[in-house]
């Protein structure tokens, strides 16, 4: 199983990126599928995940900014940045689990997500 994300690039600020990630191999239905981000000198931090029913969570920093988006059929989900700031440069990780978590268990935790794909580079410059 591999997750491979995309999209990533240099952009100034007020602008948009879109990252993809789609899962290849033995994948199964992923129900939750997220965005994480590490910025430098940093640790990981949630950024969005796209729940199994439709559902959608949020960071507090992106929110208004960020959609994150799911595509059940492809195993694929998007995370459409707008407004993009100088802080929102960072590595962008997608994260994928088959745990049906609903918005009130808030998966925003590293350990909420078995498989992991190797991340994109988003640098806004001021």
């Known amino acids: 199983v591999q997750l491979q994300a995309s999209g990533g690039g240099l952009v100034p600020a007020g602008g948009s990126l879109r990252l993809s990630c789609a899962a290849s191999?033995?994948?199964?239905?992923?129900?939750?599928m997220a965005w994480f981000r590490q910025a430098p000198g940093k640790e990981r931090e949630f950024v969005a995940a796209?729940?199994?029913?439709?559902?959608?969570v949020y960071a507090d920093s992106v929110k208004d900014r960020f959609t994150v988006s799911k595509d059940k059929a492809k195993n694929t989900v998007d995370l459409q940045m707008n407004s993009l700031e100088p802080e929102d440069t960072a590595v962008y990780y997608c994260?994928?689990?088959?745990?049906?978590?609903?918005?009130?268990?808030?998966?925003?935790?590293?350990?909420?997500?078995?498989?992991w794909g190797k991340g994109t580079l988003v640098t806004v410059s001021s």
């Open positions: 796209s729940l199994w029913n439709g559902g959608t």
């Open positions: 994260a994928a689990d088959r745990t049906y978590y609903s918005s009130d268990d808030k998966p925003t935790e590293i350990r909420n997500y078995d498989f």
């Open positions: 191999g033995r994948t199964g239905r992923w129900n939750t």
